[in-house]
């Protein structure tokens, strides 16, 4: 008997309800848009390193709304695209072993 076909006695959870999910992903896009709102509104009204004075590089493409989302995001991108070249590169495996490795 497969595992899709077996009948669990487990009860179902708040989160097995696809509603409940639905929720929990709007809450996040209405909380990422919140953040977005004020980090468009604080860095309209003034720099996020005013402390550091107009003398400083700081003043190329930091000032700009979304810079450190955006930052982010691509940070979080590259990471993820490094973690898979290191995994297994052109076929052959890099950091990554069998799965008999440490039977042999």
């Not at 709102?37 to 979304?66: R, T």
């Not at 989302?69 to 950091?95: D, E, P, Q, T």
Request: some cysteine; charged content about 25%; proline content about 3%.
């Amino acid at each position: 008997m497969s595992k899709k076909t077996r009948k669990t006695k487990e009860p179902k959870r708040w989160l097995d309800d696809s509603t409940n999910v639905g929720k929990i992903i709007r809450g996040f896009y209405f909380a990422c848009g919140f953040v977005m709102l004020a980090d468009f509104v604080f860095s309209i009204g003034w720099h996020k390193h005013a402390a550091l004075g107009e003398s400083s590089l700081m003043h190329g493409i930091e000032p700009l709304p979304f810079f450190y989302g955006i930052y982010g995001f691509l940070a979080c991108v590259g990471l993820v695209h490094a973690s898979k070249l290191m995994r297994s590169r052109k076929g052959k495996n890099v950091l990554m072993r069998e799965e008999d490795y440490w039977d042999q």
